[in-house]
């Protein structure tokens, strides 16, 4: 059984990295649609989008989306995540993106704290020297401007509180089914959006009507990778690989925006990517030992 968990952590690894890409793309789509639409509104049609893509699996793997054992923590994994959702495009509205994501970045740092009075994992000096050393990073390759202290500041900070919440829970909710965790999840915050549609809507153009869909399917993909990772490895083993939604944020702005990496990027994500290849190389070398010893 020893020799199993570094794999399980592994494979849990692997498919965390995989959700923050999702998670990045999703921040890039939803900062543009954000400028245009109200935040309600985001929320409510890119549940819609989700929601269609989550149907046929729900028909196809016959699960029951009714099994509400500890409903008090899935109510708060609803609330926490759509407080997230919510904060982070209404910081977005107000705040450059690189500011935002500086306050979410700090997730892992609040994942990391979490993880021991909510969950009881142990967490090695290591993870948290590693957690620390890539916001490092983070800050060097955002530098963040005066904006950062704006009044939608206490937002983006909440938003990070909540995200960093909702993991914890979800990885408190591991023995439950990933498929009503992520349903529920679209379902709730999709009625706190459409609560909003009286007070602002504006009617989108088939394009981006097209666009919020998407983001509602590339933040479906990247909550199911999220969910079944926390399933399979503990929440301050995973914490520290969310700074990778930064490389991928200096390549998609490479590629799409050609926006030419500056000095203080590639420092930062060198940073970012060291504290990363340390910590699995401290997890592989304590699976080697566990193994030997069993």
Known sequence: MTSM?????????????????????????????????????????????????????????????????QWHLQALRILAMAGDTFSFYYATRTMPLADVMTFYM????IITALSVPLLGERVEPFRWAAVLAGFVGVVIALQPSAAIFTSSSPIALFGA??????????????RTHWLPLVLWQFVGAGIIGAATIPFAW?????????????????????????TRA???????????????????????GWMVWRDVPTPPIIIGNA???????????????AGAVAVAEA
């Open 5 to 69: 968990r570094p794999a399980a952590h592994g494979l849990g690894i692997v498919l965390f990295l995989t959700g923050i890409f999702f998670f990045a793309l999703n921040d890039a789509l939803g900062k543009w649609l954000a400028m245009d639409y109200a935040v309600g509104q985001l929320l409510l049609l890119r549940s819609v989008g989700a929601c269609i893509v989550l149907l046929p699996m729900i028909w196809r793997l016959r699960i029951n989306l009714f099994d509400f054992g």
């Open 106 to 109: 700090a997730a892992p740092l």
């Open 161 to 174: 509180v909540m995200f960093g919440f909702s993991v914890a829970v979800t990885r408190r909710l591991r």
């Open 202 to 226: 504006v009617t989108p153009n088939p394009t981006d009507l097209g666009l919020m869909f998407l983001v509602g399917v590339v933040a479906m993909l990247c909550f199911v990778c999220i």
């Open 230 to 252: 926390l399933a399979l490895a503990p929440a301050a083993v995973l914490a520290p690989f969310q700074y990778s939604a930064m490389l991928w944020a200096t390549i998609m």
């Open 271 to 285: 940073i970012i990517i060291a504290s990363g290849l340390f910590i699995l190389y401290r997890d592989r070398s």
